[in-house]
Structure formats: C-alpha cells, structure tokens
C-alpha cells in the first residue's frame, strides 16, 4: 500500500508547476476521456475493413476510416488474463506480474497484488474517474486484484473469465453485488450477459460527461461459446454457409461453469455475435457525439490475442487470422498480431495508418502523458502520443517480448522487421529458434535462422535476459540468464 501513496503524492507533485511544462504535446488541452474497446478473441481479418466477406463491421470499419489504424500492433500475450495485465500495468509478460491463465475455484483468476499499480490509479491524480464494464480475469471476487481494489471506481460484468464463457450467466458482478440472473436460472436464457454490460457503459458515460473518464470495455465477444440473441441470429440464420453442428454441456451440474454450450448453427452465431460487438461501437461512438464530448474523447478498438478455435468456431472458414500464421495460444503473427484503431475527432488525423510498432504496454504511457501525470519507470512501453497527434519525434521499441506458459512454454522477440519465435523451451531449453523477416514475409511462412546467425544469437539475448523473477509464474526460471 505505501508504494501506491507513494506514487499518488508524486503525481500530484508533478500535476503542477515545471512538470505541466514537460508535456508539450498534450499540455495546453484539456484531459482527454478514453474509450479503450477490448474484443475477446478478435481475429485481425474478422473485421470487413481488413478483409472479412461473410458479414460486415460497418461501425468499427467507420472507426479505421476516420481514425488511425495501427498495422504493426500487438496484443499483451496469446491468451486472456497476461494480456490484460500487460495492458493496465504496462509492462510484457517477461515482467508484468500476471504471465499466465491461473485460475481460483469456484470463481476468479490468481489476484494482481495490491503494490502493482494498474492505469486507473495511475490516472486517479489527474481527476479521473474509472470504469470497467466485461470481463475481468485479474483477481476473484473480494482479492486484492478486485477491479474496485485496483482503482477502477465502478465495475459491471464477468469477474471470472472462466465464468465469461458464458453469455447467459447465472450471475454478474455490479460493483461488489453479485447479481443474480434470475431470468436465466436453470437452462433459460432470458438475459444476454454483453447486452446488459453494455447498458452500464452506455451509462456510465453518460453520468460522466461533465469529467475526465477512463472507460475500460472489456467485451466478451465473440470468445466461446457461441450464442447471440434471436435478432441477430436471424440476419445469418439460413443465410450464412454453415458448419458442423458443436455439442457442449446443456444440463447438469457443469451447466454455464466454463464449459461451452451446444450451438447448433456455430457459423451464424458467430457473425451474429461480432455483428452485435460492432453496433456496441457505434452506440458508443454515438452517445460520445449526442453528449457533446467527442472531440475530447479518444476511442481505441482492438482485441485481447488472436482468433480462437473452441466451442465450435471455425477461423479457418472465417479466416479471422488473415494473412498470419497461427491462432490463439501461438507465438506466431496470428496469435499476437492485433487490428487497432484510433479515434479523436479533430486531434487524430482521418484515413491514415500507421506502421508504427507497438503493444498493449505502450497504452500506460500514452494515456499518462495524455492526462499529465507521471509515467511509471518500470514501464516497458512507449507512449505513442507523438504518432497519434502526428507531431513526429516518436521513439521506438528497441525489441517487443512475449512468454507463453503453456503447450511447452513458448517465447517471441519482434526486433524491427526481424521475428523471432521459440517453442517447446520447457521440454527442451536448446530448442532451435525459428526466424523471420516479416517486412517480406508476414506470414511467417520461410524460417531463415540458418541464413543469419548473428541476427538469431541477438534474439536469443534478449530472449534470454528480458525476464525478471516471479514465484507464481515460474516458466522454468533457471532456464534463463535474466533471472
């Protein structure tokens, strides 16, 4: 706790006087409110904009369009927990404190510690208010990771992301309530679990217009199962190519406790279900311009890690991944490489892209530096204010790192057009280093590690440094030189 007042009492130092001064870019405008749109297992050709042909995004394609869109951009890790951590603490998964999926029985995820700031509270001495509104997945209910212990003033949503499997739960979390549904007790489905989140975020920003906000949208879609409202589901039903029927748990004790439902049109459900994401973002879109704040509202659209392939999904047809290799779970392009989209009327210049490279860290120093407070030294990111407001000068990344604790232990180094991919490090701390030039071969399809040496022995440096100590997140910590 000392080191989070600590932290407080030195931004607010730093909210006055010579510190204001520091920040030229962002110093003589008032504090932006932040949207920042999480999908959940969003693909990057599961947008029409980036190619998808069996159903259209019109709302975040309209996004790209009068936004920035940022080719070169990364999600936090492969899978769901890691991946936020990195995003709210700023740092890879070489560092940040979550780096893996553990889970906490009957509901929740290991708990992110108390010491470990998380952005809201970074963002807490420059007046803003916090909310969450999703999925969670950073400490069960009641923990010191309890979104409300972690600086976020309001919460609405799954807690548990095992639990968030489910898009009729048995029961969300307001605040600390525990809500329960009574409209989908038993088997009913009387309550699609994103339409009522999505309700509360509608509502939380409209109670806070008249303030700097920081509005975390942790969606749920379209990670399994696979369900969506009748409504949607007719615009697909019958219409889409369909594939074979997923049987799931529909009854009995293990009934909406992780495992997925039965879905007997899996191709419709899925279109549906990313249909009803993308209206989600133009209503948003639309309150911030009804409301009167959308020129002081930046608007982020991305998703968590690559397309996932269970309760029935089906990238393959879909192909959610585009033009990379991999899915959810893999090191590769398809598993890390993200769509992310920009938006700020008048500020963030319209149609244009960005061939920046970037990751989920690099969101704590921009939004830091965008509300004028001090950026955490332990970052791993780089604010990317420079590229958004278009005013040049923007430092990049020296080298970007995942690990993935599971199929094996995986790890990846992107350093500049080189990719550096390792699989298998826990069976076989030796195993041979795949490596790729992504500026000719995005698809990471021809390994060259023979052709350049000295360009595999420098990634395997920093593979082999780019790691501190963790007690709950081991990844074989002898393994490696940076421990």
């Known amino acids: 706790m000392m080191k989070r007042w600590n932290y407080l009492v030195l931004c607010c130092a730093m909210a006055t006087g010579a510190a204001a001064a520091s920040r030229p870019l962002v110093a003589s405008s008032p504090k932006p409110n932040i949207i920042y749109i999480l999908a959940d297992d969003l693909g990057y050709g599961d947008l029409s904009c980036l190619g998808q042909e069996h159903f259209q995004t019109p709302n975040i394609d309209a996004l790209k369009e009068k936004g920035m869109f940022f080719a070169n951009h990364y999600s936090g890790s492969t899978v769901c927990a890691p991946s936020r951590s990195a995003l709210l603490t700023g740092q890879h998964t070489g560092h940040t404190f979550v780096r893996g999926n553990k889970e906490i029985m009957p509901e929740g995820q290991h708990p992110i510690p108390d010491e470990v700031l998380l952005l809201p509270e970074m963002l807490k001495p420059a007046g803003y208010v916090s909310g969450a509104f999703g999925k969670w997945g950073l400490g069960y209910p009641g923990s010191e990771g309890d979104p409300l212990k972690q600086g976020f003033d309001v919460f609405y949503g799954y807690n548990c992301q095992r639990l968030g499997h489910h898009y009729y739960p048995f029961h969300l979390w307001d605040n600390e309530e525990k809500v329960v549904l009574d409209a989908n007790a038993g088997t009913a489905k009387g309550a699609y679990g994103p339409e009522l989140i999505h309700e509360h975020t509608l509502k939380f920003i409209e109670d806070n217009k008249d303030r700097p ?9 379209p990670h399994a199962e696979l369900a969506a409202p009748e409504k949607y589901m007719k615009q697909f039903s019958g219409i889409i190519e369909e594939g074979e029927p997923y049987e799931g748990v529909d009854e009995g004790p293990e009934l909406r406790l992780g495992r997925y439902q039965s879905q007997a049109e899996p191709h419709a459900a899925f279109a549906a279900m990313i249909t009803l994401l993308d209206d989600q973002v133009g209503e948003i879109v639309a309150l911030s311009e009804k409301l009167g704040i959308a020129d002081n509202t930046l608007i982020i659209f991305t998703s968590d890690n690559g397309a996932h392939q269970e309760g029935g999904a089906d ?15 893999d090191l590769f392009e398809g598993g890390v490489h993200v769509p992310m989209m920009a938006y700020w009327p008048g500020k963030i210049a319209s149609g244009t892209t960005s061939e920046h490279i970037s990751a989920f860290w690099d969101m704590v ?46 790890i990846a180094v992107r350093m500049g057009k080189w990719k550096g991919v390792r699989y298998n490090v826990l069976k076989n701390p030796n195993e041979p280093m795949k490596l790729f030039d992504l500026s000719v071969d995005p698809g990471e399809q021809k390994n060259i590690a023979a052709e350049h040496p000295e360009t595999v022995e420098q990634i395997r440096h920093i593979m082999d440094g780019a790691r501190t100590h963790s007690e709950i997140f081991t990844f074989g910590q002898t393994q490696f030189k940076g421990e």
């Open 365 to 410: 120093p921009t939004f830091t530096e965008l509300a004028g407070v001090e950026t955490p030294k332990n970052t791993d990111g780089l604010s990317m204010v420079p590229t958004l407001l278009g005013k040049g000068g923007q430092p990049e990344h020296k080298y970007l790192y995942w690990e993935f604790h599971e199929k094996g232990g995986r």
């Open 213 to 221: 906000f920081f509005c975390y949208v942790a969606s749920i879609i």
């Open 315 to 329: 990238p393959q047809f879909f192909n959610s991944n585009g033009p990379y290799r991999g899915y959810k779970r």
